[in-house]
């Protein structure tokens, strides 16, 4: 389906907790811009702790020989202003791991002269990864931040333990017994496909802020259990709650084979949280982990 088709469905529909208009007409940029792109997979990003009625809008994409699709994501911050900057990911979740035969994949994302400079220690990450049966899944390049002296990095690990281990063993400098004790919360919430592990990589240490993400379970009942700790713990504010549930439960729209949230990513800095977001998905497919891992 193209991207054209996908804002053209989204801006249709009401989910005034979560989206203002405003942000559904500043939609139109994007779709006037990237609209003839083709994409099975589609996120709009929101913080749900935040009373900004915004998203952040992201489309996967196959670009060239590369066996690896990529994501473009798209911040409210710049395309409302008219700006169509963006960050650059590679999706290697189904695919070989980098450096190696995705080198130049990678090089086409974050560019030759910060590879040069980023090369070994994401050599270095791989290893560490490698040796606890992980991997990086998605690489991203988001100089549009004026991040251009790191890659966001993003993995996956299998339990709640693995992942304080993981971040333990990525030497982060700041007190990580919020993020233990938070994610001891989610855990009854989180469905079978595991954590996510997001940070920035520099040369010499990884960022102060990390994001931990969970996927939650699907039946709609699990939602509402979901959506009813997550505002009781002010991680979500009660409107854009409602339109969480609200989204989770709605027949899906003519041409879409999923509507769902796809997963719910809580981001720590300095001892603080700093956000609660959910990334909700749309997409004309149904993909495999999907079926191998949904429901309860």
Same mark, same amino acid.
């Given at each position: 389906?193209?991207?054209?088709k996908?804002?053209?469905?989204?801006?249709?529909?009401?989910?005034?907790g979560?989206?203002?208009?405003?942000?559904?007409?500043?939609?139109?940029?994007?779709?006037?811009?990237?609209?003839?792109?083709?994409?099975?997979?589609? #996120?709009? !990003?929101?913080?749900?702790?935040? &009373?900004?009625? *915004?998203?952040?809008?992201?489309?996967? @994409? =196959?670009?060239?020989?590369?066996?690896?699709?990529?994501?473009?994501? @798209?911040? =409210?911050? @710049?395309?409302?202003?008219?700006?169509?900057?963006?960050?650059y990911?590679?999706? +290697?979740?189904?695919?070989? &791991?980098?450096? $190696?035969?995705?080198?130049?994949?990678?090089?086409?994302?974050?560019?030759?002269?910060?590879? !040069?400079?980023?090369? +070994?220690?994401?050599?270095?990450l791989?290893?560490?990864l490698?040796? /606890?049966?992980?991997?990086?899944? =998605?690489?991203?390049?988001?100089?549009?931040?004026?991040?251009?002296?790191?890659?966001?990095?993003?993995?996956?690990?299998?339990t @709640?333990?693995?992942?304080?281990?993981?971040?333990?063993?990525?030497?982060?400098?700041?007190?990580?017994?919020?993020?233990?004790?938070?994610?001891?919360?989610?855990?009854?919430?989180?469905?079978?496909?595991?954590?996510?592990?997001?940070?920035?990589?520099?040369?010499? /240490?990884?960022?102060?802020?990390?994001?931990?993400?969970?996927?939650?379970? *699907?039946?709609?009942?699990?939602?509402?259990?979901?959506?009813?700790?997550? *505002?009781?713990?002010?991680?979500?504010?009660?409107?854009?709650?409602?339109d969480?549930?609200?989204?989770?439960?709605? &027949?899906?729209?003519? $041409?879409?084979?999923?509507?769902r949230?796809?997963?719910?990513?809580?981001?720590?800095?300095?001892?603080?949280?700093?956000?609660?977001?959910?990334?909700?998905? +749309?997409?004309?497919? #149904?993909?495999?982990?999907f079926?191998?891992?949904?429901?309860?």
């Open positions: 389906m193209k991207v054209s996908y804002l053209e469905i989204f801006r249709a529909l009401s989910y005034p979560l989206f203002s208009g405003e942000c559904l007409n500043a939609l139109k940029f994007i779709q006037d811009n990237y609209g003839k792109a083709e994409s099975h997979h589609v #996120i709009y !990003e929101v913080n749900l702790n935040d &009373p900004a009625r *915004t998203l952040d809008f992201s489309y996967k @994409f =196959y670009e060239g020989s590369s066996p690896c699709p990529y994501w473009y994501e @798209f911040d =409210y911050g @710049f395309y409302s202003k008219g700006n169509l900057s963006h960050g990911f590679i999706d +290697q979740a189904g695919s070989a &791991p980098l450096p $190696g035969e995705n080198e130049e994949a990678v090089i086409r994302v974050i560019g030759r002269e910060k590879f !040069e400079i980023l090369g +070994q220690p994401l050599k270095n791989e290893k560490f490698a040796d /606890r049966g992980s991997r990086v899944l =998605y690489l991203g390049n988001l100089d549009h931040r004026t991040y251009s002296e790191s890659v966001r990095i993003e993995t996956r690990v299998r @709640f333990r693995k992942l304080i281990e993981f971040i333990q063993g990525l030497s982060y400098s700041r007190d990580i017994s919020l993020v233990e004790e938070t994610m001891s919360k989610i855990e009854p919430y989180a469905g079978g496909r595991a954590y996510l592990l997001s940070f920035d990589l520099f040369a010499d /240490r990884i960022s102060d802020r990390i994001g931990a993400a969970f996927f939650p379970f *699907t039946s709609l009942n699990d939602i509402q259990d979901l959506v009813n700790f997550l *505002t009781e713990n002010k991680f979500c504010l009660y409107e854009k709650g409602q969480l549930l609200k989204w989770s439960g709605d &027949p899906l729209p003519e $041409g879409m084979l999923q509507q949230i796809n997963f719910i990513k809580i981001q720590f800095e300095k001892n603080n949280i700093v956000s609660v977001k959910a990334y909700l998905m +749309q997409s004309d497919e #149904i993909p495999l982990d079926l191998l891992y949904a429901g309860r």
